[in-house]
């Protein structure tokens, strides 16, 4: 038995939506993608949401937007708070607008990012806040809106990891000015590649719909803050008002995620039944830590940290995990500080990464999905229990 990462969600629904769209002449973003928004942004009790190719081109232009609103937009040299731990593609749309970016530890019993410190290390220059939920657990997202609301911050919401997941009944994908999500292979629901932003602030939503389209009118409403007013319709076709992308969506892809969306509620009670057991077969392993969520986790994957710090006895357990065809990774992307990549940001690290560099350099993660695992979380826990 070979215990993956992921597994696939679709069945003969996806199939026939995609045979479905084969089988008609418009194949790039039409109506089914219209669809798939709107059916998106009611599950989230948003107001609108916006479908792109992927969760990075979603973090993409939901940065971008903020550098074009009419009021108070972001500058280039902006200070923005982020998580030590995400995905690469949280922190690349911040060096390529030029922000500066400052790093602030994880909690010492959590993935996410350690509250107390991210408001400790807010100044009058701070005009964003990265808030990330990291596999599936959800992060103090409640909180973080509540300080960026009172201390007029914008607050950008990364959820790519975390579909599902609910602080106090409210969808975790539902905090922030904008709330971004993925749609990869390995994540809540797969649309193949693709991703979402949700807002309910309309000139971003504008904002959004011009710059993931070449940064044109063609896509936008007829009433919108971005234009006063329309010139000549054939014109129109071809204005371009913002230095925009080409990020657009497929209808492969939006019918896909349609029949994803309805089995949504169902996968997220499976990957939970998994997370039950894997925490009661792990919590006699002595050597090892896992961390419970205070809110709803929608389990993305199960994280494991070593309690002390032993490299070897690191070295023996991904042995151990090879030898028995159980795949595994890194925690989401680790410590971004300890990417090489890091050197082309304009960094601060107002105090030492203690934790995130910890869960970097002892930690891992087997994968959850929405199939029942019962068989590779009893063979993971025999190989890891003899250790």
């Not at 803050?225 to 000549?232: A, D, H, N, S, V």
């Amino acid at each position: 038995m070979k215990y993956k990462l992921s597994y696939s969600t679709w069945g003969k629904e996806e199939e026939t939506a995609i045979k479905n769209i084969i089988n008609k002449s418009q194949l790039t973003m039409s109506k089914i993608t219209q669809v798939f928004e709107e059916k998106f942004a009611k599950k989230l009790n948003r107001k609108y949401a916006v479908m792109v190719n992927s969760g990075s081109s979603a973090n993409l232009i939901s940065i971008a937007s903020l550098f074009y609103k009419r009021d108070n937009p972001l500058k280039e040299g902006d200070e923005v708070l982020v998580p030590a731990i995400a995905w690469s593609t949280t922190y690349t749309p911040l060096q390529q607008f030029g922000l500066r970016v400052k790093v602030i530890d994880c909690a010492q019993d959590s993935l996410n990012v350690d509250f107390n410190k991210l408001s400790k290390h807010i100044t009058y220059k701070t005009k964003l806040i990265i808030g990330v939920s990291i596999l599936g657990s959800p992060a103090e997202l409640d909180k973080i809106e509540q300080i960026c609301r009172k201390k007029n911050i914008y607050f950008f919401n990364d959820n790519c990891e975390s579909l599902g997941a609910k602080i106090k009944k409210k969808e975790t994908g539902s905090f922030g000015l904008m709330a971004s999500h993925s749609f990869f292979f390995s994540h809540h629901i797969s649309t193949i590649e693709g991703g979402m932003i949700v807002t309910d602030n309309y000139e971003i939503y504008c904002l959004l719909l011009s710059l993931r389209a070449h940064g044109w009118t063609r896509n936008l409403p007829k009433k919108n803050p971005l234009l006063y007013e329309k010139k000549q319709k054939l014109f129109e076709q071809y204005n371009f008002i913002l230095p925009g992308y080409n990020v657009r969506p497929n209808e492969i892809y939006a019918a896909i995620g349609i029949q994803q969306l309805k089995k949504l509620d169902k996968m997220i009670i499976q990957r939970r039944k998994n997370l039950a057991l894997f925490e009661k077969l792990f919590s006699n392993i002595d050597y090892l830590n896992y961390f419970k969520s205070n809110n709803f986790d929608s389990s993305f994957s199960f994280p494991l940290i070593l309690k002390e710090k032993n490299q070897k006895l690191l070295n023996r357990i991904f042995k151990i995990l090879k030898d028995n065809k159980i795949e595994f990774r890194l925690i989401t992307g680790g410590c971004f500080t300890k990417h090489t990549y890091a050197k082309y940001f304009k960094l601060e690290i107002p105090e030492k990464l203690i934790n995130a560099e910890y869960f970097h350099n002892y930690g891992f993660f087997v994968g959850n999905s929405s199939i029942d695992l019962t068989n590779q979380l009893r063979l993971l826990h025999k190989c890891l229990e003899r250790i």
